[in-house]
């Protein structure tokens, strides 16, 4: 019997949202939904709960995301990601941790206004946050160290708006989002290489992190892979990508490594949106995978009821009534 969306989705902010991955935990979530409207509506649901929740909430979708190369994955989420605001708050954070004054104007917030403010010297201000930036980021290893490097600049960046810092945190940003055409662009900050499979999921795990550095309560990502499942090349190129069935194997390993990565993951939850495909198609379904079967599979299970705190559920159509009355009671997302 499937399980009612709604009832899911409390669970899922009750005991997870509001509760174990709020506290740093971290989790991997498969919902099979019947049909498309339904996944759009379940991602909106989830995205509105975790904002409420104070989570950054990114959606990404595999009809125009290749989410089984996990690079290109990162790339999508950091074109939802407001790079400068988080390194807004981290260096306003930091100056006031050492007990100086701010500027209330963020077009005010330059190193020779702050300098200006508290009666110091704009060029010895300059290294003190340099250091304060190295000891609180550069040490951090629970980033890798090219986002650690990256998000000094990003916060430099915040007192220069004008100069060779603006341009290069530019640059940076580029590169996190995979838009850098020359690598050559970033080595001034210290940047060697592009981000690729080898060191995207870290990026990532490091995104989770560093949110949390900022005052948000984590990072929560819905991912809709049910067009791996189309067996059929789409005859309008516009409708997106078509994948070829190693591809969607090669989709579920990602996933795969996603679960056996929770440990390193703080504050993070994973939700995949797939389609019944992804049950019922022996040739690319779950049953065709069984590194990511056997992590997400009740192999004891009840015959008339399923478990809403499992990995892997299938849910029914929300009913708009019910909708309508979580939002009412203030129990859902607003």
Same mark, same amino acid.
């Given at each position: 019997?499937?399980?009612?969306?709604?009832?899911?989705?409390?669970?899922?902010?009750?005991?997870?949202?509001?509760?174990?991955?709020?506290?740093?935990?971290?989790?991997?979530?498969?919902?099979?939904?019947?049909?498309?409207?339904?996944?759009?509506?379940?991602?909106?649901?989830?995205?509105?709960?975790?904002?409420?929740?104070?989570?950054?909430?990114?959606?990404?979708?595999?009809?125009?995301?290749?989410?089984?190369?996990?690079?290109?994955?990162?790339?999508?989420?950091?074109?939802?990601?407001?790079?400068?605001?988080?390194?807004?708050?981290?260096?306003?954070?930091?100056?006031?941790?050492? %007990?100086?004054?701010?500027?209330?104007?963020?077009?005010?917030?330059?190193?020779?206004?702050?300098?200006?403010?508290? %009666?110091?010297?704009? #060029?010895?201000?300059?290294?003190?946050?340099?250091?304060?930036?190295?000891?609180?980021?550069?040490?951090?290893?629970?980033?890798?160290?090219?986002?650690?490097?990256?998000?000094?600049?990003?916060?430099?960046?915040?007192?220069?708006?004008?100069?060779?810092?603006?341009?290069?945190?530019?640059?940076?940003?580029?590169?996190?989002?995979?838009?850098?055409?020359?690598?050559?662009?970033?080595?001034?900050?210290?940047?060697?290489?592009?981000?690729?499979?080898?060191?995207?999921?870290?990026?990532?795990?490091?995104?989770?992190?560093?949110?949390?550095?900022?005052?948000?309560?984590?990072?929560?990502?819905? #991912?809709?892979?049910? /067009?791996?499942?189309?067996?059929?090349?789409?005859?309008?190129?516009?409708?997106?990508?078509?994948?070829?069935?190693?591809?969607?194997?090669?989709?579920?390993?990602?996933?795969?490594?996603?679960?056996?990565?929770?440990?390193?993951?703080?504050?993070?939850?994973?939700?995949?949106?797939?389609?019944?495909?992804?049950?019922?198609?022996?040739?690319? %379904?779950?049953?065709?995978?069984?590194?990511? /079967?056997?992590?997400?599979?009740?192999?004891?299970?009840?015959?008339?009821?399923?478990?809403?705190?499992?990995?892997?559920?299938?849910?029914?159509?929300?009913?708009?009534?019910?909708?309508?009355?979580?939002?009412?009671?203030?129990?859902?997302?607003?």
């Amino acid at each position: 019997m499937d399980l009612k969306s709604e009832d899911w989705l409390s669970i899922l902010s009750s005991e997870y949202l509001r509760d174990f991955v709020s506290e740093g935990g971290a989790a991997v979530k498969f919902a099979v939904t019947g049909e498309p409207d339904d996944r759009d509506t379940l991602r909106s649901e989830i995205c509105r709960m975790a904002s409420k929740e104070g989570y950054l909430c990114v959606s990404v979708d595999a009809v125009r995301t290749k989410i089984h190369m996990i690079d290109h994955l990162f790339h999508e989420i950091a074109r939802q990601v407001d790079w400068d605001a988080l390194a807004y708050a981290f260096v306003r954070r930091i100056l006031e941790e050492n %007990g100086l004054r701010i500027p209330e104007d963020h077009a005010a917030f330059q190193v020779g206004r702050i300098a200006e403010l508290n %009666g110091q010297e704009e #060029m010895f201000l300059l290294n003190d946050l340099k250091k304060w930036l190295g000891k609180a980021i550069f040490r951090d290893y629970r980033m890798s160290q090219e986002f650690r490097i990256a998000m000094i600049r990003l916060c430099l960046a915040q007192l220069d708006h004008e100069n060779v810092s603006s341009y290069l945190s530019n640059a940076v940003k580029e590169w996190l989002r995979g838009e850098l055409r020359l690598i050559s662009t970033v080595k001034e900050a210290l940047i060697f290489q592009k981000v690729a499979r080898h060191n995207a999921r870290h990026m990532l795990f490091s995104l989770a992190h560093w949110l949390r550095q900022n005052g948000r309560t984590g990072l929560v990502l819905t #991912m809709d892979i049910s /067009r791996y499942a189309v067996t059929k090349r789409p005859k309008d190129t516009s409708d997106g990508f078509y994948y070829s069935t190693p591809a969607a194997m090669d989709a579920y390993e990602v996933l795969r490594q996603f679960i056996d990565g929770t440990d390193e993951l703080e504050g993070g939850l994973i939700i995949v949106l797939a389609g019944p495909e992804f049950i019922d198609d022996d040739r690319r %379904g779950l049953n065709r995978y069984d590194a990511l /079967r056997l992590r997400i599979s009740d192999e004891v299970h009840d015959r008339s009821r399923q478990n809403p705190l499992a990995s892997l559920v299938r849910l029914s159509r929300q009913s708009d009534v019910a909708l309508s009355k979580r939002q009412s009671d203030g129990v859902g997302p607003q």
